[in-house]
T-cell receptor
Framework: GNSVTQMEGPVTLSEEAFLTINCTYTATGYPSLFWYVQYPGEGLQLLLKATKADDKGSNKGFEATYRKETTSFHLEKGSVQVSDSAVYFCALIPRGNNNDMRFGAGTRLTVKP | DVKVTQSSRYLVKRTGEKVFLECVQDMDHENMFWYRQDPGLGLRLIYFSYDVKMKEKGDIPEGYSVSREKKERFSLILESASTNQTSMYLC???????????FGQGTRLTVV
């Protein structure tokens, strides 16, 4: 079946540290891949996406590259800020089934000043 | 500004009560979804709807039903609430052919 596995948290970093949150997927064919972010007290919002292999999604200094060889879509940011503290979800939509959106368990990031 | 609005942020209900969670979107989206969010489990799909009066079961539909009488509104119904349905419930909508989902702020339901 289709599923997403992301690294368990919580992750605690100091301001300006480098961030990586790992995400791997299982799917038939080549799904579309997403990172969503949930700030405290809010719903999820789309952070970035990639719809085909080798695409790089980027937004707000975050990046993720769609790697079909390793079935991965790791989230990175070169220098995190306190305002990046949130829960991050990796997600996929399988090719040919637009109604089936699968999420990972979420990774809580806390950035300390 | 696009919006998905859930009727309550917090709800406390008693075991056995019938519970209605309401969700309204103003983007004329065809697809609407109900998820529950639990620590360590991420988001799990309960039901989705791709058109008025149309619905499909997700991964965990047991104990839940849904209603979509109008395009903009998608209701989740707990027929007889139980303590294991204590959770955060998230509603989402997405346009046909689009991959971006828009989420409401969530309803934290506690069943006592």
């Amino acid at each position: 079946g289709n599923s997403v596995t992301q690294m368990e948290g919580p992750v605690t970093l100091s301001e300006e540290a480098f961030l990586t949150i790992n995400c791997t997927y299982t799917a038939t064919g080549y799904p579309s891949l997403f990172w969503y972010v949930q700030y405290p007290g809010e719903g999820l919002q789309l952070l970035l996406k990639a719809t085909k292999a080798d695409d790089k999604g980027s937004n707000k200094g975050f990046e993720a590259t769609y790697r079909k060889e390793t079935t991965s879509f790791h989230l990175e940011k070169g220098s995190v800020q306190v305002s990046d503290s949130a829960v991050y979800f990796c997600a996929l939509i399988p090719r040919g089934n637009n109604n089936d959106m699968r999420f990972g368990a979420g990774t809580r990031l806390t950035v300390k000043p | 500004d696009v919006k998905v609005t859930q009727s309550s942020r917090y709800l406390v209900k008693r075991t056995g009560e019938k519970v209605f969670l309401e969700c309204v979107q103003d983007m004329d989206h065809e697809n609407m979804f109900w998820y529950r969010q639990d620590p360590g489990l991420g988001l799990r799909l309960i039901y989705f709807s791709y058109d008025v009066k149309m619905k499909e079961k997700g991964d965990i539909p047991e104990g839940y039903s849904v209603s979509r009488e109008k395009k903009e509104r998608f209701s989740l119904i707990l027929e007889s609430a139980s303590t294991n349905q204590t959770s955060m419930y998230l509603c989402a909508s997405r346009g046909q052919g689009s991959t971006e989902a828009f989420f409401g702020q969530g309803t934290r339901l506690t069943v006592v």
